[in-house]
């Protein structure tokens, strides 16, 4: 049995997921520090 | 750690070390990963298949580490009171769980090619799914808590409670027998090649400063949240 499709979807699997999870976190951080921010220089 | 319980000293810490955890974890996850891939040796058993084990057992660690630090923080937050606690417990849970389902889904693809079936009830296997229900439980029992306006002494109380399910994991391979091999690094020592074992650390070593890395990026998410929820009652106040 070829053993490197196993290897590679396992590799693919890791990568997208914790890039997807790191791009997400990231972008919900941003959002999240520029709408305080804009409040906090509305006063 | 209670230096720490002020958002903003915490806050001047996080800004700098986000940025370097990600970016430092990235580094040693590439050198882990190229390095398992194309410079570690193939098995003598399980031949090329044991490159996954440079996926598989960080993903396995950070998942059994996540909850274990759910568990700490949620003490900090039942017995302290830590500010910080709760915020810091439920970022930990999203990629706890994320961990968990790629340390699955990673064991799966592994064990097609090593023992000719993608799943097996044995203890191993399945305590680490039942981790992966624990945590979705936690992230459902968290969201559910936060909406009606309560402290989150419940979902800590589920935080404790399920890090039972940990100690069942790491011995689930000495209580039972099962289809998955025995621990192969321990405290005292390791009984993986040099030549196997390096790729390995920088993977799981890479894969940790990451982890820390979206750890700091969600709670940061929920300090700015919580800071605007407050003005935003202030000013309708």
Redesign the interface.
């Known amino acids: 049995?070829n053993?490197?499709p196993?290897?590679i979807?396992?590799?693919a699997?890791?990568i997208l997921?914790?890039s997807g999870?790191?791009l997400w976190?990231?972008s919900?951080?941003r959002?999240?520090?520029r709408?305080?921010d804009a409040?906090?220089q509305s006063? | 750690m209670h230096i720490y319980a002020n958002p903003a000293r915490f806050l001047r810490l996080a800004r700098p070390l986000t940025a370097w955890l990600g970016w430092s974890g990235g580094v040693l996850i590439a050198l882990g990963l190229l390095g398992g891939l194309f410079l570690a040796p193939e098995d003598y058993l399980q031949g090329d298949s044991v490159r996954i084990m440079y996926v598989h057992v960080p993903a396995a660690w950070l998942g059994m580490g996540g909850w274990t630090g759910i568990a700490v923080a949620s003490l900090m937050q039942l017995v302290w009171r830590h500010p910080l606690a709760a915020t810091a417990a439920r970022a930990v849970a999203v990629p706890g769980a994320l961990f968990t389902a790629l340390c699955l889904v990673t064991g799966s693809l592994w064990g097609r090619p090593t023992w000719g079936t993608y799943w097996e009830w044995d203890g191993r296997m399945t305590s680490m799914l039942v981790l992966l229900f624990l945590y979705i439980g936690y992230i459902a029992l968290g969201d559910a808590d936060r909406q009606r306006g309560g402290e989150g002494r419940i979902t800590a109380i589920f935080g404790l409670v399920g890090a039972i399910n940990i100690p069942i994991i790491k011995y689930s391979v000495e209580w039972w027998n099962t289809l998955h091999q025995g621990q192969s690094i321990g405290v005292g020592g390791s009984s993986i090649d040099n030549t196997m074992l390096w790729p390995l650390l920088l993977s799981a070593l890479g894969f940790s400063l990451w982890f820390g890395s979206i750890v700091l990026m969600r709670m940061r998410a929920a300090l700015a949240r919580q800071k605007l929820e407050a003005r935003l009652r202030r000013l309708a106040a």
């Open positions: 049995m053993h490197w196993f290897i979807a396992a590799y699997a890791t997921a914790t999870l790191t976190s990231w919900a951080m959002r999240a520090e709408e305080a409040l906090r006063k």
